[in-house]
């Protein structure tokens, strides 16, 4: 996606995030990318469609950069290939927090063949997750059921855009490591740990919501 469009794009993302999809009129993304409404229609035939491209951007992002990693690193073990789709994950909160949310709650005001080409490459890279589990159970790193871990795995990292705070200490990564060690580990304490717990990184993060 290039140039003006790719910048129609960003800026409804933002007002979407800022104001919620149904509230942001076409009225207010061409006044945000700074061209007449009708020009927004040589662009986009419907605000539907801007939000097919924002899901379709989003999905593709992080499907390139599992891809990258891969191409550049075909050896990585799986641990490692699923500590880097939860960095990449988490990333985006920090680069495209406008998509972010648009992807997680908007996906039902999506027309109905746009949701399902979403829903299927949502489906082909929660099937990367359940091929790289299940690969680490194979070579005995993991020992797990490969469909209710991809859930967990997802379920944390995607949740995390209602209460990580980008302006604080705590990066993405390190938020996707302590993600996976809970991930892998759980929380118990090793043999002879010290019991007593305090936060590394105070004031980073914003109270969650009810």
Known sequence: MQGRKQQIVVQAAELFNTYGYHVASMEDIAAAVGVAKPTLYHYFKSKSDILYAIH?????LIIAEHDARVAAQP???AD???LGIMQDILHLMRTHRGHVRVFFECH???????????RAKRDAYAGTVIRLLEQ????GKF????EIVTLALFGICNWAYQWYDASGELSTADLAEEFWQILLRGIAAAPGASTVVTMRFPGTLTRPGP
């Open 75 to 77: 050896h990585l073990p």
């Open 80 to 82: 490692q290939c699923l």
């Open 108 to 118: 039902r005001s999506l027309r109905v063949d746009q949701q399902l080409a979403i």
């Open 143 to 146: 020992s797990c059921d490969p």
């Open 56 to 60: 379709d951007e989003f999905i593709d």
């Open 136 to 139: 680490g159970n194979t070579e």
